[in-house]
T-cell receptor, first 118, second 111 residues
Framework: GAVVSQHPSWVICKSGTSVKIECRSL??????MFWYRQFPKQSLMLMATSNEGSKATYEQGVEKDKFLINHASLTLSTLTVTSAHPEDSSFYIC??????????????FGEGSWLTVV | GQQLNQSPQSMFIQEGEDVSMNCTSSSIFNTWLWYKQDPGEGPVLLIALYKAGELTSNGRLTAQFGITRKDSFLNISASIPSDVGIYFC???????????FGQGTELSVKP
């Protein structure tokens, strides 16, 4: 199946600093990628839809100045958590969808990135 | 945000037993997807369903896309310990659109 890769797998940063997480589609092009946040024992919460070449679409309640998304190419989207605080500590997951007929409407997920803010 | 109604929330079963879980929605989806998530990892796609009424198998897993396009079920036959994890259903209305998730079903298998 299609492969989506995230980097880093885990990161620890100090309060007030910014941290960037990358999401890459390794064997397909993705005009759209999605960023999620997941708390323990809960379902995935969609944060934003990343659109290649244009601004991201944020879900209600998600601060766009806090969570900066850049989708600079058809295989790479980045999420930057700015001025991180301990409450931003979470598991962040990206997903992408190959826009090809034979793959239908399927979405593949990255491995996730653990962020701990100390 | 909107979520699908997934049940049961958790299951504790004996190895070898069959498992069934389902998702329902008040609105129509054009794609239903089933994922499994292990602790600390991203969801892994198990089965994708694209047509109403479609029944698809992947090894011991079978899933169906409901005729009304408002529900889907996943069956696991002859469960084994490595089936342990959280299973999520997800619906998508159109290509390029976002996924709507169920709350997840946590499966525990006793050897």
């Amino acid at each position: 199946g299609a492969v989506v890769s995230q980097h880093p797998s885990w990161v620890i940063c100090k309060s007030g600093t910014s941290v960037k997480i990358e999401c890459r589609s390794l064997d397909f092009q993705a005009t759209t990628m999605f960023w999620y946040r997941q708390f323990p024992k809960q379902s995935l919460m969609l944060m934003a839809t990343s659109n290649e070449g244009s601004k991201a679409t944020y879900e209600q309640g998600v601060e766009k100045d806090k969570f900066l998304i850049n989708h600079a190419s058809l295989t790479l989207s980045t999420l930057t958590v700015t001025s991180a605080h301990p409450e931003d500590s979470s598991f962040y997951i990206c997903s992408a969808s190959p826009f090809v007929k034979e793959s239908g409407n399927t979405i593949y997920f990255g491995e996730g990135s653990w962020l701990t803010v100390v | 945000g909107q979520q699908l109604n997934q049940s049961p929330q958790s299951m504790f079963i004996q190895e070898g037993e069959d498992v069934s879980m389902n998702c329902t929605s008040s609105s129509i989806f054009n794609t239903w997807l089933w994922y499994k998530q292990d602790p600390g990892e991203g969801p892994v796609l198990l089965i994708a369903l694209y047509k109403a009424g479609e029944l698809t198998s992947n090894g011991r897993l079978t899933a169906q896309f409901g005729i009304t396009r408002k529900d889907s079920f996943l069956n696991i036959s002859a469960s084994i310990p490595s089936d342990v994890g959280i299973y999520f259903c997800a619906g998508r209305r159109n290509q390029g659109g976002k996924l709507i998730f169920g709350q997840g079903t946590e499966l525990s298998v006793k050897p």
